[in-house]
């Protein structure tokens, strides 16, 4: 089935500083990506789609200076956080559709940042 | 506004009871819905997709029920084990293509 890859899975990093995550499609092809974030106990929070080839769509309240996304090929999505600051440590999730959603969407295995 | 409700946070139920979630939604005319287990510090794994046009869609102990008129789907798990403990998601896709999550439902179930 259609898989696709996250990594790290786990980040700790110093405040200031830049992270990369990146989600790549395994075995199929993916012009859209979507990025989630989730805090403990809650339920996945959309960020942005990210489209091969154009700008990321960030939803209300996302910080596009902050969540920097860049889909520069058909199967590798990145979302940097830049800057990063403690209240940014979150789990963060990728993921993409599948044949118009027949198949549902297939998502990442997570990144847990902790910035420090 | 659009919502997408489960009502209930967590749920606990003895071996081989069935479990019953509920799925509510306000403000969609969603095509289909879907449900997904995630387990902790995994990502969301996909279940089951139900379409406006089905009633019901089973899969091996899963029973996933759509009901347009209430706006309300119902999943349930026969003979549930202790594996089967996990966080449940209903999710449906809005009309820009955007697949949105409801609270979920955390499952513990006790042998």
């Known amino acids: 089935g259609a898989v696709v890859s996250q990594h790290p899975s786990r980040v700790i990093c110093k405040s200031g500083t830049s992270v990369k995550i990146e989600c790549r499609s395994l075995d199929f092809q993916a012009t859209t990506m979507f990025w989630y974030r989730q805090f403990p106990k809650k339920s996945l929070m959309l960020m942005a789609t990210?489209?091969?080839?154009?700008?990321?769509?960030?939803e209300q309240g996302v910080e596009k200076d902050k969540f920097l996304i860049n889909h520069a090929s058909l199967t590798l999505s990145t979302l940097t956080v830049t800057s990063a600051h403690p209240e940014d440590s979150s789990f963060y999730i990728c993921s993409a559709r599948i044949l118009d959603g027949a198949y549902g969407y297939t998502f990442g295995s997570g990144t847990r940042l902790t910035v420090v | 506004s659009q919502k997408i409700e489960q009502n209930s946070e967590a749920l606990n139920i003895q071996e081989g009871k069935t479990a019953t979630l509920t799925c509510n939604y306000t403000?969609?005319?969603?095509?289909?819905l879907q449900w997904y287990r995630q387990d902790p510090g995994r990502g969301p794994v996909f279940l089951l997709l139900i379409r406006e046009n089905e009633k019901e869609k089973r899969k091996e102990r899963l029973k996933v029920t759509f009901d347009t008129t209430l706006k309300q789907s119902l999943f349930h798990i026969t003979a549930s084990q202790p594996a089967d403990s996990a966080t449940y998601l209903c999710?449906?896709?809005?009309?820009?293509?955007?697949?949105?999550f409801g609270q979920g439902t955390t499952l513990q179930v006790k042998p």
């Open positions: 999710a449906l896709v809005s009309n820009t293509g955007k697949l949105i």
């Open positions: 990210s489209n091969e080839g154009s700008k990321a769509t960030y």
């Open positions: 403000n969609y005319s969603p095509a289909y």
